[in-house]
């Protein structure tokens, strides 16, 4: 069997939900999986064309009054079962991590100490700014009544962006508390 690139995978499992069309596909992945997976318009019709060419889903023009003609992509028994076999593969490797403020803070001896506590509090700022947003995410998952089987699965990853931005701001707040102790030196 054919092995996709894993955009290829979460767009296959996007067309199981309610969303169709492309523009669709990126609202959802906004809205829901950009904590963890983030694809752009320039990653989304490549895949979608390489879906339908491989049989994985078929397109349909479908039209509304005073709009125009959209796309909607709708999977096939060979696209489900391209999914399903995905995902019972165990994870390749455990994601690797670029993060700008490590990478900063890891050559901060060449900046002030007043730049380096600027930048864990704007950055911890920005941590507690996403956890609002997935709080805001989990209470519209929640009051959502016809997300089915699928809202544990989706409160299982909004709890994991959760957990580790909360451990990300705990973490600034003990390193701005060490800064403040080597001042205080």
């Known amino acids: 069997m054919k092995n996709y690139n894993h955009t290829t995978y979460a767009i296959l499992g996007i067309l199981t939900t309610e969303c169709k069309s492309g523009y669709d596909i990126k609202q959802f992945m906004d809205q829901s999986l950009n ?49 399903k076999n995905w995902l019972e593969q165990p994870i390749e490797q455990i994601p690797a991590q670029r993060n700008e403020i490590l990478l900063k803070l890891f050559f901060s001896r060449y900046q002030s100490s007043k730049s380096t506590v600027s930048l864990l509090e704007n950055y911890k700022q920005k941590l507690e700014d996403r956890y609002k947003t997935f709080i805001t995410i989990e209470q519209s998952i929640r009051n959502f009544k016809d997300t089915g089987e699928d809202t544990m699965y989706w409160l299982f990853t909004l709890d994991y962006g959760k957990r580790t931005t909360k451990a990300a701001i705990e973490w600034c707040e003990s390193s701005l508390e060490q800064l403040e102790m080597k001042k205080g030196e």
């Open 35 to 83: 904590h963890f997976w983030k694809i752009s318009y320039g990653q989304i019709y490549p895949s979608l064309k390489l879906i339908v060419q491989d049989e994985l889903a078929i397109v349909q023009s479908s039209s509304s009054e005073g709009k125009p003609d959209k796309n909607e992509y709708h999977l096939t028994s060979k696209g489900i079962e391209v999914l």
